[in-house]
C-alpha cells in the first residue's frame, strides 16, 4: 500500500505543472527571440522547471550570457522567473518518451533549432512504461529529430538520479543503454553527443525524490554549458554575431553554396555537402545577403518559379530579406522564399524563389 501510494504521489508531482515564476506558459506567438543560435530545451517537467522554476535553464542561459554567446533558447512552452532571459522551452511535465515523439515534427518546424538538449525518459521509469523497450523508443526518437534536422547538434543526457531505490535501479539500466546508441548514430554521421546528466547530481540534490533543487538544476546548467562549449558551433561565437553563417537545408543537411566561387552576376546558388568555406558563408548585414562580396538577389519581377541569383550590391528591396521565425527567408520585394527546387536533396540542386510553405526546403539554420 505504501509503495503504491508513493507512486501516485510521485506521479502527481511529475504531471503538476509549475504555476509560479514571473513569465507564464504561453502560445508560439509570445516566443522571445534575440535573433541569436536556436538552442531547444527538450523534455519532461524536469527541463520545464518543476520544484523550481525555469529548471536548469535560468542557470545555463546565465552561464551563456556571461561566457559571450548569443543564444536563442526555442520551443512552444513559455515559462521561468526573470533571472531567466529567454523563457522559451520544450518541456512538458509527465510525458514520456513516446508522447514526445509524437510531437516532435511539429516543434522541429516551428522553431528549427540548431542544437537540441534532451532529457528524456524519467517518466518511462516512474510510470513503468515499458522499460525494456524504453533505448529503442529513445533510438527512434533520434532518428526523427536527426532526418528532420541534420545539421543540428544534439545532445542526450542520461536521466538524472532517482530517490527511490528501485526506480534508480530502472534508471540506471536505461541509462547504461543511451552510450551505446548515441555512439551508433555519431557513426552514422549523425551530429549526437552524449551528456552524462547522472553523475553530476546524487539523491541529495533532488527536493522530492525526483526534480532537482536549485543546486541540483543549477549543477545541470554547468554540465549543460560543459557541454555545449565542447561542441564547436552547437553556440555559435563568443561576442555578438558571427561575421559570416553556413545556410543549412532542413531537407538535406546541405550548404547554400556560390558554385565554383563563381561571382558572375546571374549565377544561381545551389546545394551542396557542407565544407564551410567562403563560397558557402554567408554575411548577414542588416537585410542583405553577401557572400564573396556578392549580394543574394531576387530578379525584378519575380514570380514563383524564378532563379535566386548571385548579382552587384545595389541595396534594393529585391536584396533585402527576412529570416523568418520558422525558419523561412523571404524576400522582401517579392515575398518569396528560397526554396530547394523539387524538395530535392542532392548535390547541385539549385536554389529558386517559390510561394512560401514552411517546408522542409524552405527552411535554414543558420550555422556559425
Known amino acids: ?65 556571461s561566457g559571450g554567446y548569443r543564444v536563442d533558447l526555442v520551443g512552444s512552452q513559455f515559462n521561468g522567473p526573470s533571472s531567466l532571459g529567454d523563457h522559451d522551452h520544450e518541456g512538458h511535465p509527465g510525458w514520456r518518451i513516446d508522447q514526445i515523439d509524437a510531437n516532435i515534427t511539429g516543434w522541429l518546424q516551428t522553431t528549427s533549432p540548431r542544437t537540441v538538449l534532451l532529457h528524456i525518459g524519467t517518466n518511462d521509469v516512474l510510470q513503468n512504461y515499458n522499460l525494456s523497450g524504453a533505448p529503442g523508443r529513445l533510438s527512434s526518437l533520434l532518428d526523427r529529430i536527426t532526418a528532420l534536422a541534420p545539421a543540428a547538434d544534439v545532445f542526450v543526457a542520461t536521466i538524472i538520479p532517482l530517490s527511490n531505490s528501485s526506480q534508480e535501479n530502472a534508471a540506471r539500466t536505461f541509462n547504461a543503454a543511451i552510450p551505446g546508441i548515441v555512439q551508433a548514430k555519431a557513426n ?9 546528466m547522472h553523475s553530476a547530481l546524487t539523491t541529495g540534490d533532488l527536493i522530492d525524490g525526483i526534480h532537482p533543487t536549485a543546486t541540483g538544476y543549477d549543477k545541470m546548467a554547468a554540465t549543460w554549458y560543459t557541454a555545449l562549449r565542447a561542441v564547436p558551433g552547437s553556440i555559435g561565437s ?8 553556413a545556410l543549412v537545408s532542413s531537407a538535406s543537411g546541405r550548404c547554400l553554396d556560390m558554385p565554383g566561387s563563381n561571382t558572375t552576376n546571374g549565377v544561381q546558388p545551389i546545394i551542396w555537402d557542407c565544407t564551410f568555406r567562403p563560397n558557402q558563408r554567408w554575411a548577414v548585414s542588416g537585410q542583405t545577403i553577401q557572400s564573396l562580396g556578392k549580394c543574394l538577389d531576387s530578379p525584378t519581377g519575380a514570380a514563383a518559379g524564378a532563379k535566386a541569383q548571385i548579382w552587384d550590391c545595389t541595396g534594393a528591396a529585391n536584396q533585402r530579406w527576412n529570416f523568418n521565425t520558422n525558419g523561412t527567408i523571404s524576400n522582401a520585394a517579392s515575398g518569396l522564399c528560397l526554396d530547394v527546387s523539387g524538395n530535392a536533396t542532392a548535390n547541385g540542386t539549385p536554389v529558386l524563389l517559390w510561394t512560401c510553405n514552411a517546408a522542409a526546403n524552405q527552411r535554414w539554420t543558420r550555422v556559425a
Open 1 to 65: 500500500m505504501f509503495k503504491n501510494a508513493r507512486w501516485l504521489v510521485a506521479a502527481a508531482i511529475t504531471l503538476a505543472v509549475t504555476a509560479t515564476g514571473v513569465a507564464t506558459q504561453g502560445d508560439a506567438a509570445r516566443a522571445e527571440s534575440n535573433g541569436g543560435v536556436r538552442v531547444m530545451p527538450l523534455g519532461d517537467s524536469i527541463t520545464e522547471g518543476t520544484q523550481v522554476p525555469g529548471g536548469y535553464r535560468t542557470g545555463l542561459w546565465q552561464r551563456l550570457a
Open 188 to 196: 552514422a554521421g549523425k551530429h549526437v553527443h552524449l551528456v552524462d
Open 238 to 245: 563568443v561576442g555578438t554575431e558571427p561575421s559570416a553563417y
